[in-house]
């Protein structure tokens, strides 16, 4: 009898350079946006799912063919693409653009790991959005993951309100990643200058053939309301007073 | 630390430099002590009150008399605590031109008056340079005004130095004029296991030659206090199958203008390091973001802490040639080997780390359960014969406080020790300015 044949599996881990999570953000003059001159670095959710990546290589070994890291963004969005290769991904592509849009790639993913959500605007939906338009199952909030390349299965342990919830997913996959899943490693020496060999692609939108015109315009951005201070009061009374000054009256039972 | 106890019954915490002179002119005419104390994060006993002197708390002279964001030129209060100074300025993209570990709680007053080291002194040089000027409170009560903002006054005898590092033996520092470098636009650092002590000197060499003006900092660990380091949970930053039998561990700074010119230097100087034909180094890594470059620094700057934890730490702050920091240290582990007195019983652990740039090393021996006679002798005078004998400083950067009285003529001639009395006596005949530190 021979072994069924082991399937290989192909990783794309896209990611995103986000403004430092450690930067105190201030609205820009204008009101239209926040000072992005600032320190960035690679969003530490997409961090999280490049050492998965990694990790599931160590695992696995031979099974995982390729580690391919994705970017959309301004040139300097390389920086973050080659710290991603120092870690240990094999290729990368960045896709140049002045603004943000969903990226479709196809040809030969298995499984899509990316961060649950950009610390830059926190909105935690490209990779539901990403799995509605492939088609493909989904597993967000990965606290724990495991793929079964021979089988075509991936077990992933989310985070949810109640606890913790185990879902069995068929191949392909996309997958999102909380904190809990593992600890970003260092990238070393060796690996930083390995990663200056490794393949470099650069894209524009044309190449693809996508139109990038932006659906959303931002109207304003503003820094929300300066708190007021609280007061102390010196007894229950003075307390009653205050809370009927503010418009709270009591209600019966 | 739990080493050194004060006897005072009586602390001051005046708000005014005037009420300080009123203070000390008081004291003066009843012949009593006065102990000038900053943020109490000294090491060397220098600012505890030995027999009953009373103590002049200087933490509630904390305002910020005036900033030139132009210029950089800080003048403060001697209580305002070194991190809210740096926080002060960076709003103007300055910073203070020294960092220390105690930042947070040590006052600038204190600092200049021990004429404080820290982490960028490599870079930006000691407080005996970036200090404009002082005000100080004189053991007669007088009132000295130097607190000049000029970059050059070569009009007399620059008194000012005399009191930077005096460590209130010579008058009471009550403000500070200092020149604050402006920050760097791009820092990064490295982290960098060696396979031998010996790799030090030629490494520290390329990475001078390379790096040039943007390299500031270049600190060492050894393998104990890296292993200690781990164990107390700072890291793991290394794959430690990469790390192997690494002897020690180097951390390198750089500060500059330009992130993309400083990258440039330093992934230059890594692919040399890392292609040599007989690498220095084993491997390394090199600080991806800002929350990394943070990470790095903690391993060094948490060091104090792990020590802490250890036991109960004598510390040796000590001035050696580069190349004989491994030997030294090694030494000391042998004396107590020797003594039977190296183990879980005694001294569990000797270790250094350090300034390497600066020649300073911290030589830590621990006593795992506590401070004992023997051991001290044991380790004294060894270790300071030890020192002079490389000709080297018996206390780099922390000061004789009242510690190292008995020390000072290991590295000062007795004619040096001779004329700081004479000084002394002109400053304060009475002896009434924190008696008992400095000079035996």
């Known amino acids: 009898m021979r072994p069924s044949a082991i399937r290989l599996l192909n990783i794309l881990v896209p990611i995103k350079r986000a403004v430092d999570y450690a930067v105190k953000i201030r609205v820009n003059p204008e009101q239209t946006g926040i000072d992005l001159n600032v320190k960035h670095s690679m969003n530490p959710f997409d961090e999280i799912a490049v050492e998965e990546a ?27 693409l080659r710290t991603a290769l120092a870690m240990g991904a094999d290729s990368a592509t960045l896709v140049e653009l002045p603004d943000a849009i969903i990226e479709r790639q196809k040809d030969g993913v298995d499984v899509v790991i990316m961060g649950k959500q950009a610390i830059d605007d926190d909105a935690g939906q490209t990779g539901q959005m990403l799995a509605g338009l492939m088609g493909w199952a989904q597993a967000t909030f990965a606290s724990k993951v495991d793929v079964d390349a021979a089988n075509k299965v991936a077990t992933v342990t989310r985070e949810i309100d109640g606890g913790l919830e185990e879902l069995r997913c068929r191949l392909p996959v996309v997958i999102t990643t909380d904190l809990r899943l593992n600890e970003p490693r260092y990238a070393s020496l060796p690996n930083i200058m390995k990663a200056k060999k490794k393949p470099f692609e650069k894209l524009t939108p044309a190449d693809l053939g996508i139109d990038f015109t932006p659906r959303l315009e931002t109207l304003k951005v503003a820094e929300p309301a300066n708190r007021v201070g609280g007061g102390k009061v010196e007894n229950v009374d003075q307390l009653l007073a205050k809370l009927k000054e503010a418009g709270i009256t009591a209600k019966r039972a | 630390m739990g080493k050194y106890h004060g006897h005072a019954n009586t602390v001051l915490r005046p708000r005014t430099t005037e009420q300080v002179s009123e203070i000390v002119k008081y004291c003066a005419s009843q012949r009593i002590g006065v102990v000038p104390q900053g943020g109490n994060t000294g090491l060397v006993g220098g600012s505890i009150s030995l027999q009953k002197e009373i103590v002049l708390s200087l933490g509630a002279m904390n305002n910020v008399r005036s900033f030139d964001p132009v210029s950089g030129i800080l003048v403060a209060d001697a209580g305002c605590i070194l991190e809210s100074l740096s926080n002060h300025v960076a709003p103007y993209n300055h910073i203070m031109p020294i ?43 007088s009132i000295l005004d130097q607190l000049s903002t000029l970059r050059k006054d070569n009009t007399g005898y620059d008194l000012k130095q005399l009191f930077i590092g005096a460590e209130g033996t010579l008058g009471v520092v009550t403000a500070v004029s200092i020149l604050t470098p402006p920050a760097p636009q791009a820092s990064n650092n490295i982290f960098l296991a060696l396979p031998h002590f010996d790799n030090i000197l030629p490494l520290f060499k390329t990475v001078k030659r390379q790096l040039g003006e943007i390299m500031s900092a270049f600190e060492y660990i050894d393998r104990t206090a890296y292993d200690m380091g781990i164990d107390h949970g700072l890291g793991p930053i290394l ?31 890594l692919e040399n390091l890392m292609s040599a034909d007989e690498p220095l180094i084993y491997t390394g ?30 510390k040796y702050d000590v001035s050696v040639p580069l190349a004989k920091f491994q030997s030294v240290v090694d030494a000391v582990r042998e004396r107590m080997i020797s003594k039977g007195l190296y183990g879980d019983h005694a001294i569990s652990k000797v270790m250094g780390y350090g300034h390497i740039g600066d020649g300073n090393l911290h030589l830590n021996v621990i006593a795992k359960h506590g401070y004992r006679p023997e051991l001290e002798a044991a380790l004294e005078p060894f270790i300071y014969e030890l020192v002079a004998s490389h000709k080297g400083s018996v206390s780099a950067e922390h000061g004789i406080g009242s510690m190292k009285t008995h020390a000072l003529h290991y590295s000062k001639s007795d004619v040096s020790i001779e004329w700081m009395r004479k000084i002394k006596q ?15």
Request: charged content about 20%.
């Open chain 2, 239 to 269: 794959n430690p199958d990469e790390v192997g039998d690494a002897q020690c561990f180097v951390l390198v700074e750089t500060s500059g203008g330009n992130q993309d010119h400083d990258l440039e230097k330093l992934n230059n100087l």
């Open chain 2, 99 to 141: 960092d220390l570990g105690a930042k947070g709680s040590c006052q600038i007053g204190g600092n200049i008056s021990t004429n404080a080291g820290g982490l960028r002194l490599l870079r930006y040089g000691s407080l005996h340079g970036t200090v404009l000027g002082l005000e100080v409170v004189l053991p007669d009560g």
């Open chain 2, 426 to 440: 002109v400053f304060d005949p009475l002896n009434i300015m924190n008696p008992g530190k400095v000079l035996p």
């Open chain 2, 285 to 314: 890594t090199l600080s991806q973001s800002p929350s990394q470059f943070a990470s790095l620094w903690a391993i060094r700057e948490g060091l104090t802490e792990c020590v802490q934890r250890e036991g109960k730490p004598y």
């Open chain 1, 54 to 80: 990694v990790r599931t290589r160590e695992r696995l070994k031979d099974v995982v063919k390729s580690i391919k890291v994705v970017s959309i963004g301004p040139p300097k969005a390389a920086e973050t």
